[in-house]
T-cell receptor
Framework: KQEVTQIPAALSVPEGENLVLNCSFT??????LQWFRQDPGKGLTSLLL?????REQTSGRLNASLDKSSGRSTLYIAASQPGDSATYLC???????????FGQGTTLQVKP | NAGVMQNPRHLVRRRGQEARLRCSPM?????VYWYRQLPEEGLKFMVY????????ESGMPKERFSAEFPKEGPSILRIQQVVRGDSAAYFC?????????????FGEGSWLTVV
């Protein structure tokens, strides 16, 4: 059974700190992996998509890496800001479709 | 280019009533997915549809739930005889065919409350 696990479940940091969110998956035959952000009562905002042939993707202060051999992905957030407070979800694509296996998420709070 | 549109955003139903949730995919997208987010649980895949075809419904509850994506009009997720355990956020997503290199896009969700 494919599973995606995110650690930690919750994280609270002071503003300005660099932080790493972790995602691990059991199926090494990964296709693509995607990181999303979800604000309370809102939908999902796509942050970064890493294709299976790639090792990392960067967008602004965000960097996501993918290590298929160890079954891990990390999301690095540089110089965190209070506006980064949200739940971050990683999701593994199951084949060449939009059927995703989601982790439980990491809820991040950045304190001013 | 409008995103994935879902309506209603919030829906309240009494136990035993029917709930219909609608989803219009992004322009040019012919594949639709429904996901459910139960309180304190993660997002779970429910069903994958193309126009007039159900491709994968492995995540759909066996009873009371159905989905369609007609040739014309939005995709509909239908829940008959709702129970309190159906209270959740239901998200629709859409994609182009052959998703390699392409992401899927999610709507803002429909929040169903069963009282």
């Amino acid at each position: 059974k494919q599973e995606v696990t995110q650690i930690p479940a919750a994280l609270s940091v002071p503003e300005g700190e660099n932080l790493v969110l972790n995602c691990s998956f059991t199926d090494s035959a990964i296709y693509n992996l995607q990181w999303f952000r979800q604000d309370p009562g809102k939908g999902l905002t796509s942050l970064l998509l890493i294709q299976s042939s790639q090792r990392e993707q960067t967008s602004g202060r965000l960097n996501a890496s993918l290590d298929k051999s160890s079954g891990r992905s990390t999301l690095y957030i540089a110089a965190s800001q209070p506006g980064d407070s949200a739940t971050y979800l990683c999701a593994q694509y199951r084949g060449n479709t939009g059927k995703l296996i989601f982790g439980q998420g990491t809820t991040l709070q950045v304190k001013p | 280019n409008a995103g994935v549109m879902q309506n209603p955003r919030h829906l309240v139903r009494r136990r035993g009533q029917e709930a219909r949730l609608r989803c219009s995919p992004m322009k040019g997208h012919s594949h639709v997915y429904w996901y459910r987010q139960l309180p304190e649980e993660g997002l779970k895949f429910m069903v994958y549809l193309q126009k007039e075809n159900i491709i994968d419904e492995s995540g759909m509850p066996k009873e009371r739930f159905s989905a369609e994506f007609p040739k014309e009009g939005p995709s509909i997720l239908r829940i008959q005889q709702v129970v309190r355990g159906d209270s959740a956020a239901y998200f629709c997503a859409s994609s182009q065919p052959g998703i390699s290199g392409n992401t899927i896009y999610f709507g803002e969700g429909s929040w169903l409350t069963v009282v």
